[in-house]
T-cell receptor, first 116, second 116 residues
Framework: AQTVTQSQPEMSVQEAETVTLSCTYD???????LFWYKQPPSRQMILVIR??????QNATENRFSVNFQKAAKSFSLKISDSQLGDTAMYFC?????????????FGKGTTLSVSS | GAVVSQHPSWVICKSGTSVKIECRSL??????MFWYRQFPKQSLMLMAT?????????EQGVEKDKFLINHASLTLSTLTVTSAHPEDSSFYIC????????????FGPGTRLTVT
């Protein structure tokens, strides 16, 4: 079975600091897609970053970057210069294919609190 | 682009009645739509996958006669909760994917259902 594991239910960080959220996954596929989604108190799901498994270069989006370790099946998210608006639940997600009808597999989420 | 709307955003209904939730892709054609259920501080649970013009595929444990899903066009899917009970109270989220970019899902803002 393909699974996504987020081992940190809750994390807290102060403004301007850096925080890393962990995610591991299990799959026998060679090519797949990994995502980090943010769900703020509004509960709207927001795509933070996407990584394609065949690309060795780690994806970055402004203050957000990932450390993708394919052999270890690890996909952590680093948030630099944390801001109050980063307070949210963060979900790691995975999809094994680019085929129609394939759903995302989500981890249980990490609640991040950023304080001033 | 790639905006998904849901209506209503919040609905309260009495036990035993039915309620319909709409999910629309506003600026693209959605070949596949997904319906999720989310309890507070938990992850998204996939309920069903629907492709335009065909019957939805339900996840194990989801009652298909209770949660009726219709995907009548490439821009509209509906979820009808029939004979709702208080335990059906939850946050329901839809997402949609475009043809050719099936790994990317665009999420609606969610619908909060409260059954009294």
């Amino acid at each position: 079975a393909q699974t996504v594991t987020q081992s940190q239910p809750e994390m807290s960080v102060q403004e301007a600091e850096t925080v890393t959220l962990s995610c591991t996954y299990d799959t026998s596929e060679n090519n797949y897609y990994l995502f980090w989604y943010k769900q703020p108190p509004s509960r709207q799901m927001i795509l933070v970053i996407r990584q394609e498994a065949y690309k060795q270069q780690n994806a970055t989006e402004n203050r957000f970057s990932v450390n993708f370790q394919k052999a270890a099946k690890s996909f952590s998210l680093k948030i630099s210069d944390s801001q109050l608006g980063d307070t949210a639940m963060y979900f790691c997600a995975f999809t094994p294919t680019n085929q129609a009808g394939t759903a995302l597999i989500f981890g249980k989420g990490t609640t991040l609190s950023v304080s001033s | 682009g790639a905006v998904v709307s849901q209506h209503p955003s919040w609905v309260i209904c009495k036990s035993g009645t039915s309620v319909k939730i709409e999910c629309r892709s506003l600026d693209f054609q959605a070949t596949t739509m997904f319906w999720y259920r989310q309890f507070p501080k938990q992850s998204l649970m996939l309920m069903a996958t629907s492709n335009e013009g065909s019957k939805a595929t339900y996840e194990q444990g989801v009652e298909k006669d209770k949660f009726l899903i219709n995907h009548a066009s490439l821009t509209l899917s509906t979820l009808t909760v029939t004979s709702a009970h208080p335990e059906d109270s939850s946050f329901y989220i839809c997402s949609a994917s475009k043809a050719g970019i099936f790994y990317e899902q665009y999420f609606g803002p969610g619908t909060r259902l409260t059954v009294t």
